[in-house]
Structures are given as C-alpha cells and as structure tokens.
C-alpha cells in the first residue's frame, strides 16, 4: 500500500472539446486522432488545474 493520494478527474466532453479545438486550427480531427487525443490530455489538464486540483490536499 501507499501513501500517494489518489484522484479522480471527470473527463467527459474532453475530446468533444479537443476536436472542437483541432477544428479551429485548422485541422481534421478524423484525420489527426493523435492530435485530438493531446488535445483532449490537455483539457483535461486545464480542467484539472482550472478547478484548483493541483494544489489542493
């Protein structure tokens, strides 16, 4: 066992979000699903840190 706290994180509408975004710059995401899925790790991310996760105990 270990003492490393462990958390969840809601990813729902991430990749909605990330191909949404792959969009905007100019992409297709059917065409570019590594794109889309380290757009989706990054909203993700933000939505993690935005929410303060990062800090919190």
Request: hydrophobic residues 40%.
């Amino acid at each position: 066992m270990t003492d490393i706290p462990i958390r969840t994180w809601n990813e729902r509408y991430s990749t909605k979000e990330a191909e949404r975004l792959v969009r905007e710059a100019g992409h297709q995401p059917s065409m570019n699903k590594g794109l889309v899925d380290a757009a989706s790790a990054a909203v993700i991310l933000n939505s993690y840190i935005l929410e303060g996760g990062l800090f919190e105990n």
